[in-house]
């Protein structure tokens, strides 16, 4: 039986999300900004947390997760390298080893970038992986603690899975990243497209995540660095291709 995954939003603009095993009723929650909207949802649908998924150790991802623990007992999984930032680990996991919701395996991968030491939880038999801050709708985190190798290595991985992979990052700025993004390709019929789709989304008040992968390939600049097209835009032809993205991630901090 499938995995069902719930969009939960917090905040002003951050979301965490419920992962459910419809088969064993385990139930996860990636990062925690807060308890209260996690436990409502979970209260609606009947679910009992088991475990806590934590991406990075930024407060807007991880300042609920006390309440959270306390409310529900729930184990809390990180990254052991970044364990001294992160709230108490009952589970600490490095890159490259797995996790499982019910039947379902969940590997940890190495996305640092936006921070040193950020994992993304990775679904297969989903098609789904959850990134936060590091590959997001139509765009990347800033480059807070990491560098632009170790960003593009991690971004590069992402790119590698399955172009039908869910990418569920963990705020809604896919409006403004768009706008970023027309600015660098704005004859791009697949942005200009994606442009329109989110617009409406907005409108209604509903999500723009999560997104295909292979969406994020047609337009996310990041993703589409290392193209000859997106070098050309940025007047760097014979770049390496880590040099252009940095190039692309300094425009965004101005933008």
Not at 107 to 121: L, R
Not at 153 to 178: D, F, K, Q
Request: contains cysteine.
């Amino acid at each position: 039986m499938p995995l069902e995954i719930v969009t939960v939003p917090c905040r002003t603009d951050n979301y965490a999300y419920l992962v459910h095993d419809t088969a064993s009723g385990k139930t996860a929650v990636v990062d925690v900004p807060d308890a209260a909207p996690i436990l409502a949802a979970l209260q609606v649908r009947g679910w009992t947390l088991d475990d806590i998924w934590i991406t990075h150790h930024h407060g807007d991802h991880t300042e609920g997760v006390p309440a959270l623990k306390a409310a529900t007992g729930a184990m809390v999984v990180g990254c052991a390298e970044d364990a001294g930032r992160l709230p108490p680990l009952d589970l600490a996991l490095s890159p490259g080893q797995t996790l499982t919701i019910g039947a379902d395996t969940v590997h940890v991968i190495d996305v640092s970038g936006h921070t040193v030491g950020h994992v993304a939880f990775y679904i297969p038999s989903a098609h789904a992986v959850f990134t936060a801050d590091s590959l997001m709708a139509c765009g990347c985190g800033r480059m807070f603690e990491g560098t632009a190798p170790m960003f593009w290595a991690s971004l590069s991985r992402l790119a590698a899975l399955p172009p039908e992979t869910w990418v569920y990052s963990g705020h809604e700025y896919t409006t403004s990243n768009i706008r970023f993004a027309l600015s660098l390709e704005p004859a791009n019929p697949a942005l200009i497209s994606r442009s329109s789709e989110v617009d409406a989304l907005r409108r209604e008040g509903r999500a723009t995540v999560p997104s295909r992968l292979a969406q994020e390939l047609q337009t996310n600049p990041f993703l589409r660095a290392g193209l000859p097209e997106m070098k050309a835009v940025l007047g760097m032809p014979d770049a390496v291709d880590v040099d252009a993205f940095g190039a692309i991630r300094a425009r965004k901090d101005k933008f």
